[in-house]
């Protein structure tokens, strides 16, 4: 009897439920339609745009870790090879080339380690020329630039320490890579300038020239048709203000750089010309640059002055030579500490440089 009114009691509940299904099916129906109707033309700052800067995941991808491990890989193999021929010639650490003799050079090109360099460092090929591309409004042609950015690269893989990212003063090789590779670009401009000029008369002539473009293409007129009259009337400044900064030579408008939708007049390419060989029988009479040697040499000697622990971050921060009290001294394990002490070694070397220059 239990039984027979527990099956009832179910069957009655399923009734129920039987006949709220409808019901049910027609409210979810409704919202569904609703909300499709809704969302069917999105709002206007869906889109548009994100203005948010986005940023770069860590890639923690199988792939990107496999191709990780073998980057680290063939450094930590050159790096290897690096230092059995340093230490097979009796060389130095960290090699610098420049203190080398001649022997030591031949000895060290005959070596596989220039090889494994070259083979290591095209790998690279596109950083190399993306730091090119940044530098290229210049009258440097771009291959030049590419070169000289590779010899940066060789000479940070001579000088490079794995130790650097494990203690995290470095990323990666790249990163110890840039200022090396700015280093040797640098050298190049200023090998390559005929003039040196400050970057502050450097960004004033070239404002001005953007303006006088701007005010040229309002008047239907091109820029050289404005006198320096004319200019400094525009713009309210003194006459020969506006010569010095209009006609101020700077350097990506070399006579050598190819000029496209202008035509050069031959006799102002001439003349150009002749002023720029002018220039350079000038600086070939100088010195051989001895303000540069000057300054160089004092900076050295004020680098042999710093305390123990400031030679010491500074060494193994720019690959510099570290002698045996600098290398005996601890350094601070937190970054924050490291970074700290190296800004102080800076600043101490640039005051101990200039007192000496006094």
Request: charged share 30%.
């Amino acid at each position: 009897m239990r039984k027979m009114l527990r099956l009832r009691c179910s069957l009655c509940n399923l009734c129920v439920l039987a006949k709220a299904m409808p019901k049910m099916t027609t409210d979810t129906t409704a919202d569904t339609t609703t909300a499709t109707t809704e969302t069917d033309t999105p709002p206007p700052s869906a889109l548009t745009p994100s203005k948010r800067r986005r940023v770069a995941k860590p890639a923690t991808s199988p792939r990107a870790l496999a191709a990780a491990r073998k980057r680290r890989g063939e450094l930590e193999t050159v790096l290897a090879i690096r230092d059995a021929e340093v230490s097979k010639l009796g060389l130095a650490k960290p090699l610098d080339r420049d203190k080398l003799t001649a022997q030591q050079r031949r000895q060290l090109d005959r070596s596989p380690y220039p090889k494994a360099a070259a083979t290591y460092l095209a790998t690279h090929e596109r950083w190399f020329q993306q730091i090119a591309h940044r530098a290229q409004a210049r009258h440097v042609p771009f291959e030049d630039l590419v070169q000289t950015a590779k010899i940066g690269g060789l000479r940070a893989l001579d000088k490079f320490n794995a130790d650097l990212v494990a203690s995290g003063l470095v990323t990666s090789f790249l990163s110890y890579a840039r200022w090396w590779v700015r280093c040797e670009i640098g050298k190049l401009f200023e090998d390559e300038s005929l003039v040196k000029i400050p970057a502050a008369a450097k960004k004033t002539a070239t404002d001005l020239r953007s303006r006088i473009d701007a005010e040229a293409a309002k008047l239907n007129r091109s820029p050289d048709s404005l006198t320096d009259d004319d200019v400094a009337a525009l713009f309210s400044m003194p006459l020969d203000k506006v010569k010095q900064y209009r006609h101020l030579h700077l350097g990506h408008e070399h006579p050598e750089v190819q000029t496209y939708g202008r035509s050069r007049n031959p006799e102002e390419a001439i003349a150009q010309t002749l002023v720029s060989q002018r220039l350079v029988d000038l600086q070939a009479e100088h010195d051989d640059d001895i303000a540069t040697k000057q300054r160089a040499g004092l900076i050295d000697a004020a680098y042999t002055r710093l305390p123990a622990r400031y030679r010491r971050v500074l060494a193994e921060m720019y690959g510099l030579e570290m002698d045996l009290e600098a290398a005996t001294v601890p350094l601070p394990e937190s970054e924050i500490g490291r970074k700290a002490m190296l800004t102080a070694a800076l600043g101490r070397l640039r005051s101990v440089a200039a007192r000496a220059e006094d």
